[in-house]
C-alpha cells in the first residue's frame, strides 16, 4: 500500500502529540495554583464542530457584533447572545455594548482605552490612574502602554486597596480612571468600592471613569448570593472585564468585555469603510470560535450548573480553609473568594501542585494559594493536605 508523505507526517505526529498530550494531563492531575477551570469539557462542541464541515474553513469575528457586517462569515450573533447574557448577569441597568476578546488582559485594555478617550473627550486632559498594588499587573502595564500616569495605591494585608491611601491620593481636579480590583490574583481581595467611592463623592471628583477588573470573581459571584458585589444597577461602573477561561472553562484564554453603551459611543472612530461598521475595538481580527464555545457552553450547562458550581468552589475554599488552620498552617481566605492563601510550602510540593508564590512580611513572609476551580474537588485537596501534614511531621522530628 502506497502512503502519501503527507499522511504518513500526520500520523506520526498524531503519536508525537499523544504522548504531549499524555505529559499535560499529568500536569492537570495536580494543578492546584492557578485561576483555570480544568473541567473544560468541551469535546461535544468540536463534535459538531469537525461534523459541520467548519472546522476545514476560517471564520473571524472582525468588527463590531452589534453592527451590520459585510463579512458574514463570523459568529457575531451568538457573540451578541453572550454579551447579552452577561449584561443581564451583571444586572446591566442601561444600554450596554461588549466583544469577546483574548483574555482578562484585552478586556482590561479596553476598559483603560475606552476611559481614557471618554474622560479625553470630556475634559482635554488625560486621566490618572488608580489601582491597587495587588491588583493584576496587566493594569499597570496597560496603563503604561498607554501613556498614563499611575498612581499605584499600596493594598493593606488581606489585598485591597487602603483607603486612606487612595483619599491621599486623589487628585480632586484631575480627571481619574479607578480600576478595581474585584478579586485580586494572589489573596483573591476584592477592593472596598464602598468606601473607595465615598472618598470619591468627598473630594467631588466629576470627571471619573470606573473599570472592574473581575476577571475570576465576575465569573462566579453573579450566580451567588453575592450577585451584588459586581452589580453594575449598584455600582454604576463604565466596564467590566471578566476572564471565559477562567471560572467558565472555555479550553482557551478569553473574555467578556462589557461596558455603558455611552462610553461606546463616545469612542468616536471614523468609520472604517470596507467593514461597514465602526471600530473601536483594539484589534481588528478576532475569534468567531470563542463566542460560540461559550454560548455552547452556557446553553448547554445551563444557570443552575454554574450555580451549583460556584456554590461547591466555595465549600472546598472553606473546607481547605479549615483543614489548613486544623493543621495550624498559618492560611487566609477573603470574602466571597474561591481562593486560599497560606505559608509557603516546601518546594517539593510547590512543584508537585503547580502552586503559584507571593511574598508579604506583614503575614510572616513567603506564601502560597490555592485556586479552588471547578476541577478542584475533595480528593485532590486532601492529597495535597496528606502531603503537608507529612511536611510538617517532618519538620517536627
Ligand atoms: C487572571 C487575571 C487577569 C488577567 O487575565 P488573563 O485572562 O490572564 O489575561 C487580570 N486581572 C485579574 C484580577 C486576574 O485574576
Not at 61 to 87: M, Q, T, W
Not at 329 to 350: L, Q, T
Request: aromatic fraction near 12%.
Amino acid at each position: 500500500m502506497e502512503i502519501s508523505p503527507f499522511n504518513l507526517q500526520e500520523q506520526q505526529l498524531t503519536n508525537e502529540y499523544l504522548q504531549y498530550a499524555d505529559e499535560m494531563l499529568a500536569v492537570r492531575k495536580n494543578l492546584l495554583g492557578y485561576p483555570a477551570n480544568e473541567d473544560s469539557g468541551m469535546s461535544g462542541f468540536y463534535n459538531w464542530y469537525i461534523q459541520s464541515g467548519l472546522a476545514d474553513s476560517l471564520m473571524n469575528n472582525a468588527g463590531d457584533c452589534y453592527a451590520p457586517s459585510h463579512f458574514d462569515l463570523s459568529s457575531h450573533r451568538y457573540e451578541c447572545k453572550v454579551i447579552d447574557y452577561f449584561a443581564d448577569l451583571l444586572q446591566f441597568a442601561e444600554d450596554y455594548w461588549g466583544l469577546i476578546g483574548t483574555g482578562g488582559t484585552d478586556g482590561n485594555n479596553h476598559g483603560v482605552y475606552f476611559g481614557k478617550k471618554i474622560l479625553w473627550e470630556r475634559t482635554g486632559e488625560l486621566p490618572i490612574v488608580y489601582t491597587s498594588a495587588e491588583a493584576h499587573y496587566s493594569n499597570m502595564r496597560l496603563a503604561d502602554l498607554q501613556g498614563l500616569q499611575v498612581k499605584r495605591i499600596p493594598a493593606d494585608a488581606e489585598g485591597r486597596m487602603d483607603v486612606a491611601s487612595f483619599a491621599k491620593a486623589l487628585a480632586p481636579n484631575k480627571p481619574a480612571l479607578v480600576i478595581y480590583a474585584i478579586g485580586t490574583t494572589f489573596k483573591g481581595a476584592m477592593d472596598d468600592v464602598a468606601a473607595l467611592e465615598e472618598i470619591i463623592r468627598q473630594k467631588s471628583v466629576k470627571n471619573i471613569y470606573r473599570h472592574f477588573d473581575a476577571a475570576l470573581f465576575g465569573g462566579y459571584l453573579p450566580f451567588t448570593r453575592c450577585k451584588d458585589l459586581v452589580s453594575q444597577k449598584l455600582w454604576h461602573y463604565d466596564s467590566l472585564a471578566i476572564s471565559g477561561h477562567k471560572f467558565f472553562g472555555i479550553d482557551e484564554p478569553c473574555c467578556v468585555f462589557v461596558c455603558r453603551k455611552e462610553v461606546f459611543d463616545a469612542q468616536q472612530n471614523s468609520n472604517i469603510p470596507y467593514l461597514e461598521s465602526s471600530m473601536p475595538m483594539i484589534s481588528c481580527s478576532r475569534s468567531a470560535l470563542t463566542p460560540l464555545k461559550m454560548y455552547w457552553l452556557l446553553k448547554t450547562k445551563g444557570w443552575y450548573y454554574y450555580a451549583r458550581l460556584a456554590l461547591v468552589c466555595i465549600k472546598n475554599a472553606e473546607y481547605l480553609h479549615k483543614e489548613l488552620l486544623k493543621l495550624k498552617w498559618p492560611a487566609w481566605r477573603n470574602n466571597a473568594s474561591n481562593i486560599v492563601y497560606f505559608k509557603r510550602p516546601a518546594e517539593e510540593i510547590m512543584h508537585k501542585y503547580s502552586l503559584a508564590k507571593d511574598c508579604d512580611k506583614r503575614l510572616g513572609g513567603n506564601l502560597a494559594h490555592i485556586v479552588v476551580m471547578p476541577h478542584v474537588k475533595q480528593p485532590l485537596l486532601e492529597r495535597f493536605l496528606k502531603d503537608l501534614a507529612k511536611e510538617i511531621v517532618g519538620q517536627e522530628r
